[in-house]
């Protein structure tokens, strides 16, 4: 019995170091505490980075004498999703750097490059990007400050990642000092994973999500909009001096009606919109590998009734990040489950075999069924009967929400929103996006012209 | 030049490791004819000097140290004294154990003289007096016979006293009173008194199983782990205590003693993750290694790192970093060698320690002598053991108790005492082949008859395990 029970015991300890280097072993492979990675320069060229329709991203090239430079051929287009191998490195460079630098070449090519001390190629990164939609949202956003994101909900593939302002990857070495020393612009933050921005009206999903859970009979909602709620504080106005008129829960959305929402966020329990804000990934890092901020919503006892009318429709304290609200949009797209986010697809050696896979993964469910479903149709609303009109031709059924951000004390200035999907059922395919333009003015006048692109562009 | 020649030496040193293995394992088999037994084995020696000396040529062409070169024929004597030693003093020894030693031990001068020559020369230099000292064992085993089992007071003066004195009077070396020096040289007697330990209870056990005798034993023991966890030396009380929860449960047959002595250490555990603050960092180590990077979880995250990175087949010797591993000549010696041999070299590695575990056991198994019975398996218990919790702490896969891999890892007490350990085992093997001999000779004429099977002749095959 004794010589079972650590036959047991060794048997375990073997299968756990299996286990380690199948599944764990990647995580601290490639942690940035691990300084093993560097040395394998030595001894391989850099791989390629790839878009999932194999235009490609950034390359090594190798001069006569041997010398090595990084290139990208799309320049800043992929800047920040790509990222730069030099001073720290970011992105999928920084990510897959370990993957990269390994090769997978054949075994005899490898030793016969070892006998003319030549190096071997690295291996190839593929990524889920589609060059099409990044061009189209890089193109689109124009001169523009800000960030925009496409993701497939059913996988958690990350379609497009455009932040600006931008840098060019192959001269930032050069650049770097002026880059970071321009504060002002932060060019190097990630604005769709780091960028901290007011809601605004998109913020409406979780209120409503709050009040439908608060609320079963949530289709009984009714409200007389006159353009203004009158506070004891300040009163409420809502957007352009708009009045609209007897509404239901469906309608207030669909206008993003701010007098309605300041009523339904009166009527909320505090601790418990908290509480749902919190399971929807607000103070929370999100699960993927680039640098993240944590999305800040702030409401409690303490808060006063001019605060809590502000935040219902996304103004007050509350910030977010536009991954935040794409993955959000995304999970109601796939009615209630979120995928991870992803951005490499797989990596294959320098010939084009595979070497590894990396597939889709759960994340968990957010929502259940049938709050997906109302939401949806709100959403529906939103683009046939309300401010997302501007979405609604096209070979494909778009579901959205705008929103205009008030992000400094001078009325007016307000960063353009719009977070949706669009489901093509024939194609049998669905895109999320979701698009903030800095200083953009109302979402459906400049957010909703990007996301219109990416839609056509996707399903043509 | 010298990648190729470490990107080749990868693989052929692999193949030689796994063929060592494979030929250790198939040995073992019961059904094993002793003339295929003695090839096989003859096979395995040629495997430790391919190896070894495959190893030093990689070493030699990327460390360009001209010194390697007397290293290598050093040690190449040693082994050839030790071969030339067990095929003619003790030719009844078995020959199986000594190939995995010598095996363990070059893998063990390898990877040393990789991280650091002057340590490899020192450890080279220990294994040869330990070797020179733990020579004598089987003759004193085989000479003295009974009389070690009549020394209980003097087993547990020994022990008590000598782990007392270094709780008490002892430096603090990396948070556990472990050692003292003389005359310049350190020493951990903790590394001796496991022996003794099982010498203690073999011998307690052997005079009666009776439950006041069961008591006896307990207290005992009992002060042995509490003095190894006052001195914060948790590897050394978690050895001592499964030795004798082991040894018990085969005297007494009693799986309540087990089982109830399993089900008290557990709580025992708890409270002393409560308890002590050293306990609880080595717990969080081992939740979270790179979540608590800075502090607590360093050394498993560089341990780690280095596992992972070296992927199955490893970076080639002298391609890695395992000198970035804190402590990695000696508890994390485990972790250099998968980074820079591979993770099949590392379960290969496994297989060898647990082939020896399974010698120690299998002599157990057949020695007449009870208090014999119960040594063997008290020291087959703490080596398999101890190279549980070394391996299983550098892999995550428990958390890591600061302990060394036997006759693997860098230092003297480690070495002599594991090196003793062997002796005794083979001295055993001398014993039950003397006990067992005229009956196996007459067994052997009598299988020669048509249809003569025999009773004893499984039993003959299984013993011939040990022996050429």
């Not at chain 1, 809590?308 to 999970?331: C, K, N, R, V």
């Not at chain 2, 307690?204 to 307990?218: A, D, I």
Request: proline residues 3%; glycine residues 10%; neutral net charge.
């Amino acid at each position: 019995m004794i010589t079972y029970l650590f036959l047991g015991l060794f048997l375990l300890m073997m299968a756990y170091l299996v286990y380690f280097q199948v599944f764990c072993s990647e995580d601290f492979i490639n942690s940035p505490y691990n300084k093993r990675q560097e040395a394998f320069g030595e001894h391989v060229v850099r791989g390629e980075i790839r878009s999932a329709d194999g235009v490609t991203l950034a390359q090594t090239l190798v001069g006569e004498d041997g010398t090595e430079v990084r290139n990208y051929p799309y320049g800043a287009m992929f800047a920040h999703v790509v990222g730069y191998d030099v001073n720290g490195r970011s992105g999928i460079e920084s990510f897959a750097n370990f993957n990269l630098l390994r090769s997978h070449a054949f075994f005899l090519e490898q030793v016969l490059n070892g006998i003319q001390e030549e190096k071997n190629p690295g291996d190839h990164v593929i990524t889920t990007l589609d060059y099409k939609l990044q061009e189209t949202a890089y193109r689109t956003l124009g001169d523009s400050n800000g960030a925009v994101i496409a993701m497939e909900p059913s996988t958690g593939k990350i379609l497009a990642m455009v932040s600006k302002p931008d840098f060019n990857p192959n001269t930032i070495a050069a650049d770097w000092d002026g880059i970071v020393s321009d504060e002002a612009n932060s060019v190097l933050l990630n604005r769709v994973t780091q960028g901290l921005y007011p809601p605004g009206s998109t913020f409406k999903i979780f209120t409503t999500l709050e009040y439908m859970r608060e609320n079963p009979q949530s289709e009984d909602y009714s409200y007389e909009c006159t353009g203004t709620f009158a506070g004891e504080e300040a009163d409420i106005h809502c957007a352009g001096g708009s009045v609209h008129g007897r509404e239901n829960l469906i309608e207030s959305f669909a206008n993003s009606c701010n007098t309605s929402y300041a009523n339904i966020g009166l009527g909320l329990d505090k601790s418990s919109f908290s509480g749902l804000c919190k399971s929807l990934l607000f103070d929370t890092d999100l699960p993927i590998q680039y640098p993240t901020a944590r999305s800040r919503f702030v409401l409690n006892e303490a808060s006063t009734e001019f605060q809590t009318m502000q935040t219902a429709f996304g103004q007050g304290e509350t910030l977010m990040t536009p991954l935040h609200m794409a993955l959000i949009t995304s999970a109601i797209a796939n009615d209630g489950a979120l995928m991870r986010p992803y951005v490499i697809d797989h990596t294959e050696n320098y010939k084009g075999i595979t070497v590894k896979n990396y597939r889709p993964s759960a994340y968990g469910v957010l929502l259940n069924q049938q709050e997906c479903q109302k939401m949806q149709e709100m959403m529906r609303a939103v683009v046939t009967d309300g401010t997302g009109h501007g979405v609604y031709l096209g070979n494909f059924q778009a579901y959205g929400k705008t929103g205009s951000a008030e992000f400094s004390n001078t009325k007016g200035e307000t960063h353009a929103w719009f977070t949706g999907y669009a489901v093509n059922e024939e194609q049998q395919k669905t895109i999320q996006v979701t698009v903030v333009v800095e200083g953009g003015g109302s979402g459906g006048q400049t957010a909703i012209p990007i996301a219109k692109a990416l839609f056509d562009a996707y399903f043509n | 030049m010298v990648h190729l020649i470490t990107e080749l030496s990868k693989y052929t040193m692999l193949i030689l490791m796994a063929l060592f293995t494979y030929q250790g394992f198939s040995a073992l088999k019961r059904n094993c004819p002793p003339a295929k037994q003695a090839r096989k084995v003859r096979r395995q020696t040629a495997y430790v000097y391919l190896f070894h000396c495959n190893a030093y040529a990689v070493l030699w062409f990327s460390m360009e140290n001209p010194d390697l070169l007397v290293l290598y024929v050093g040690q190449v004597l040693f082994f050839t004294a030790i071969y030339i030693l067990y095929s003619t003093a003790y030719r009844k020894a078995s020959r199986l154990v000594v190939n995995n030693m010598c095996m363990l031990l070059a893998i063990g001068f390898v990877i040393l003289t990789r991280l650091n020559f002057e340590t490899a020369m020192r450890q080279f230099q220990l294994a040869g007096g330990s070797a020179g000292i733990s020579m004598v064992i089987p003759f004193l085993i085989d000479r003295v016979r009974s009389g070690f089992r009549k020394l209980t007071w003097l087993y547990a003066l020994a022990g008590i006293g000598m782990l007392g004195a270094v709780a008490v009077l002892g430096v603090a070396t990396k948070g556990a009173n472990l050692s003292f020096t003389i005359a310049g040289i350190t020493i951990q007697p903790s590394e001796f008194i496991k022996i003794v330990f099982v010498f203690l209870i073999a011998s307690m056990l052997y005079t009666s199983t009776g439950f006041l005798q069961v008591v006896k034993v307990t207290v005992a023991a009992g002060l042995h782990v509490v003095i190894l966890v006052l001195s914060r030396d948790l590897g050394g009380a978690l050895i001592f205590f499964v030795a004798y929860l082991v040894m018990l449960y085969v005297a007494t047959r009693k799986p309540l003693y087990f089982f109830g002595g399993l089900a008290g250490g557990s709580i025992a555990s708890v409270i002393a993750y409560f308890l002590f603050n050293h306990v609880r960092v080595r717990v969080v180590a081992w939740q979270d290694p790179l979540g608590h990077f800075e502090l607590e979880g360093y050394q498993v995250s560089h341990s780690l790192f280095a596992i992972g990175t070296g992927g199955w087949f490893g970076m080639g010797l002298n391609q890695g970093m395992p000198g970035r591993i804190p402590e990695v000549k000696k508890d994390f010696i485990f972790s250099a060698i998968a980074e820079e041999l591979g993770g099949f070299f590392a379960l290969c590695l496994i297989l060898v320690c647990f082939c020896c575990f399974l010698m120690f056991l299998n002599i157990a198994m057949q020695m007449k002598d009870r208090f014999y019975k119960y040594v063997a398996l008290g020291l087959g218990t703490i080596y398999g053991f101890q190279v549980f919790l070394s391996i299983g702490g550098n892999i995550k896969f428990i958390p890591s108790t600061g302990v060394t891999l036997p006759l693997v890892s860098y230092g003297g007490s480690s070495l002599l005492s594991t090196l003793m350990i062997f002796s005794i085992i083979q001295g055993l093997y001398l014993m039950h082949q003397k006990e067992g001999g005229a009956r196996n000779d007459r067994v052997k004429e009598k299988t020669k008859q048509p249809g003569g099977k025999q009773p004893g002749e499984k039993q003959n095959a299984k013993d011939s395990t040990g022996s050429r």
